[in-house]
C-alpha cells in the first residue's frame, strides 16, 4: 500500500490500519510539510522511522517523496529519467519498489554507486589517459545520455566521478 496521507495523518492512520498490514509493503511517500517547523526540526527521528516504529509488522520503503505528483506520468527530462530515490531495511520490498519505479519510467537508486562529486572534463578519453599516466585508477565508462561518466579513484580510496558533459555548459562547451 502506498501511504499517500499528509504528515499529520500518519499516526491517526496507522493507528487503524497498523495490524491490516502486518508482513505488507507500505511505500511511505510522506514529507512533514504541513507540520509546524518547531516540530520539525525537533524530531529525533525521520518520518519513515515513525512509520516503522507505528507499523511494526510492516516493511517500510520511503519513496516517491522527492518526486512531484505532477512528474509520476513524465518522468523523463530531456531524454534523462529522473532519479527515484527509494530507501528501506527489508531488501525484497525495496526490490519491489524498485520495479514499480523503473516501470513507471524512472531511474530508480538507493544511493549506491552514487558520487558526492563530479568533475567535468572536456574530453573524457584523453582526461582518462592523464589520470591512469598519474598512477590513478579510474573505471569503464557509462553513457548516461547527459554526459560519459567514469568513476576515479581519488586520494585515501574515496570514489568520485569524472564526465564529459552532453549537455550545453556556461563556457559553452
Ligand atoms: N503531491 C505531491 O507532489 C507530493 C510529492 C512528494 C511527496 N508528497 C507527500 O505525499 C503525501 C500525500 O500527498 P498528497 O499531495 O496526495 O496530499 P493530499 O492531497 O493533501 O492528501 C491525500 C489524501 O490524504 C487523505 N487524508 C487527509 N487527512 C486524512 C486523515 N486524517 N485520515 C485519512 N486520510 C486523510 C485525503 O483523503 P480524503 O480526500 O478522502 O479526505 C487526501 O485525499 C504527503 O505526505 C506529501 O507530503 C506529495
Known sequence: MVLAVPAKAVAPVLDEIAELVVGDIIVDPTNPADEDREVILRAAASLAEAVVLLAPGARVVKAFNT?????????V?????LDGFYAGDDADAKRVVAGLLAEMGFHPTDGDGSWEFYFMCDEIES???EIEGRGGVCGPRADRGWGVVCEIEGPGGRKLALYEPRHPTAHGG
Open 67 to 75: 518526486i512531484l505528483a505532477s512528474r509520476f506520468n513524465d518522468p
Open 77 to 81: 527530462v530531456d531524454g534523462v529519467p
Open 127 to 129: 582526461t582518462v589517459k
